[in-house]
């Protein structure tokens, strides 16, 4: 049976860290590599737009927001 995917590209970081919090640490878990703080920053801005922006895996960025949103 396949886990069910809540987290999409296309939400917001803002939906997403106010829907599951346990996410925020996902998300800061990249600011060094990426420079800056996504959550303060890109707070308005979807999953696939800061996975293109900052060049990031966007499948790789998915799966650990939708592993760390089930746990």
């Not at 999409?8 to 939906?15: E, G, K, P, Q, Y």
């Not at 919090?21 to 420079?35: C, L, N």
């Amino acid at each position: 049976m396949k886990e069910v995917q809540n987290i999409s590209a296309n939400m917001t970081v803002l939906d997403i860290v106010g829907e599951y919090p346990k996410t925020e640490a996902v998300f800061k878990a990249y600011d060094e590599q990426v420079g800056e703080c996504i959550c303060c920053q890109k707070l308005f801005e979807t999953v696939q737009q800061v996975a293109e922006e900052y060049k990031l895996e966007l499948a790789d960025l998915l799966e650990k927001l939708n592993s760390a949103a089930t746990t």
